[in-house]
């Protein structure tokens, strides 16, 4: 079974800094992580994703980084900006289940 | 890109009554289809797997007489909530996955279930 923590409930930035949400996991057997967002009162949207063989994957102000070793990845976003304020959840490719979400907060 | 459609988007009902909410993948078929439940605080609990054709897969403590979920073409799946009461009160989610694109799920609206 995978087990993914986001064990940061609520992040909150300025605008123009740098995001960083935070993402653990046990299972090391998937071939892609992936990104979704998600504002109140709407389902969630796919963001961003990276390949296990990978340990980068940019686009745009969107950066995941995954440590194999740590079974860690970490997405970044700068610069930031007041409409990425939503809640971002993680999750491998071959389970369905989220962890609990990082709400992200970027003020002007 | 793919669009998973959900419907209704919001539904009122009196207690002990039974609501239905439909899932529609629209431009791709979907054997598997997924429900979600979100609980205050921001938190989306897998509730079931729908498969097509056959019975859902149900997560650990969702009671499947409660939450009735059909998968009857690759296009639709329903979750049925019988008997409601106020604490289904929560927004459902459902999503599918097109498997001409690696890995992403693709999500539904969202649908806000009141129970008075």
């Known amino acids: 079974d995978q087990q993914v923590k986001q064990n940061s409930p609520s992040l909150s930035v300025q605008e123009g800094r740098i995001s960083i949400l935070n993402c653990d996991y046990t299972?090391?057997?998937?071939?892609?992580f992936l990104w979704y967002k998600k504002y109140p009162a709407e389902g969630p949207t796919f963001l961003i994703s990276?390949?296990?063989?990978?340990d980068k994957n940019e686009d745009g102000r969107f950066t995941v980084f995954l440590n194999k070793s740590a079974k860690h990845l970490s997405l970044h976003i700068v610069p930031s900006q007041p409409g990425d304020s939503a809640v971002y959840f993680c999750a491998p490719n071959n389970d369905m289940r989220f962890g609990a979400g990082t709400r992200l907060t970027v003020k002007p | 890109g793919a669009v998973v459609s959900q419907h209704p988007s919001w539904v009122i009902c009196k207690s002990g009554t039974s609501v239905k909410i439909e899932c529609r993948s629209l431009d791709f078929q979907a054997t598997t289809m997924f429900w979600y439940r979100q609980f205050p605080k921001q938190s989306l609990m897998l509730m079931a797997t729908?498969?097509?054709?056959?019975?859902?897969?149900?997560e650990q403590g969702v009671e499947k007489d409660k939450f009735l979920i059909n998968h009857a073409s690759l296009t639709l799946s329903t979750l049925t909530v019988t008997s409601a009461h106020p604490e289904d009160s929560s927004f459902y989610i459902c999503?599918?996955?097109?498997?001409?694109?690696?890995?992403?799920?693709?999500f539904g609206e969202g649908s806000r279930l009141t129970v008075l």
């Open positions: 990276i390949s296990s063989i990978k």
């Open positions: 729908s498969n097509e054709g056959s019975k859902a897969t149900y």
């Open positions: 299972n090391s057997m998937f071939d892609y």
């Open positions: 999503s599918a996955r097109d498997l001409d694109v690696t890995g992403e799920l693709f």
